[in-house]
């Protein structure tokens, strides 16, 4: 019978990764891989009441990347299913199996706490430029109904049918262990976190792989979890580096300096609000490293390929465990 892994990335997430582990034993998987970024609460120790986890505590915040790469590195199973902490299984996961047998990835579909679909988030299409610009033009936000944004997000998709999906969230996918190793994992210059998901699914389907979503596999997801303990100028320059990064390697070159445009453009009214939230001398340092990164970006577009640094076969890594190896 195809074996299963779950790979969870954890940082400072001890209010919910215990029930993340206590939905997947109730779900059947045994084979379950945690690696902490540094955390500095009690993750690691809740993460000790699971004898048969395998924990691997990284010395340093590695970002999401590189610690999911990490962890399927220490894996020997036929399928691999990412998972945040913040989500917690609701069924067994096998149908995504089966469906990535067949399609080299899947996905079940993130609820809310009260049962209801997260929409515009379990899935999406992969995100064209007009709708990164979009994005950093504040445009979805004040205007979340516009054709861009409800093509983008799928906001018309029907979340009771089956179907084949551009780019589900890092939060619930399962990819099956050949397609991962074609792929060479995710690229962790995506770092530390945002848009390597995105990627990920782009290279899987740019290498003639597909994602099926199953409605009726389920998990509930707190979302935003992680991202909320990051500082609001960190965010700001994370989600930036990440978002031009992908648009680097995958837009066209004119397209791509349109957005680079759009970023400078869209940085002016997130510096007014970042000065009432967090002061002037924090706002101003964060809007004056988007603007340079997003000039020097147009200037010169220069990105490194997409392949991690971190190999299945030559690479193993400092770790504790808290049971047998997964």
């Not at 939060?171 to 190793?181: G, H």
Request: glycine share 8%; hydrophobic share 40%; charged share 20%.
């Amino acid at each position: 019978m195809p074996s299963t892994s779950v790979v969870i990335v954890t940082y400072n997430s001890q209010d919910v990764i215990g029930p993340c582990l206590e939905s997947c034993l109730a779900a059947g998987l045994t084979s379950l891989v945690v690696v902490d970024n540094r955390s500095t609460d009690g993750t690691v120790a809740e993460v000790h009441r699971f004898p048969s986890v395998h924990l691997i505590e990284n010395p340093v915040n590695r970002g999401f990347a590189a610690a999911v790469n990490q962890g399927a590195a220490e894996l020997d199973s036929d399928f691999i299913l990412l998972l945040n902490p913040d989500a917690r299984l609701q069924n067994p996961v096998q149908p995504l199996c089966e469906a990535a047998a067949l399609a080299g990835a899947s996905c079940g579909q993130l609820q809310n706490a009260d049962g209801t679909p997260q929409r515009g988030f379990t899935f999406r299409r992969l995100p064209s430029t007009l709708a990164l610009a979009f994005e950093v033009l504040g445009i979805n936000r004040f205007w979340p109904s516009n054709p861009v944004n409800k093509n983008y997000r799928c906001l018309n998709a029907d979340l009771s049918v089956p179907a084949d999906v551009e780019q589900p969230a890092g939060a619930f996918l399962m990819v099956r262990r050949d397609v991962w190793d074609t792929l060479g994992g995710m690229d962790e210059q995506f770092h530390p976190v945002w848009f390597e998901d995105v990627d990920l699914c782009f290279r899987l389907r740019e290498n003639g792989f597909h994602i099926r979503y199953l409605p009726f596999v389920k998990a509930f997801h707190m979302g935003g979890h992680s991202a909320g303990r990051i500082a609001w100028e960190c965010r700001q320059r994370y989600w930036y580096a990440s978002l031009l990064r992908y648009a680097a390697m995958h837009a066209g070159p004119f397209s791509f300096r349109l957005l680079c445009l759009a970023v400078l453009v869209g940085a002016t009214p997130r510096l007014s609000t970042g000065i009432r939230r967090e002061g002037s001398t924090v706002a101003i340092a964060s809007w004056f490293e988007v603007v340079r990164l997003a000039g020097s970006y147009m200037l010169r577009r220069r990105v490194a390929s997409a392949v991690p640094s971190v190999s299945r076969q030559t690479h193993r890594f400092t770790k504790t465990s808290t049971g047998t190896r997964a």
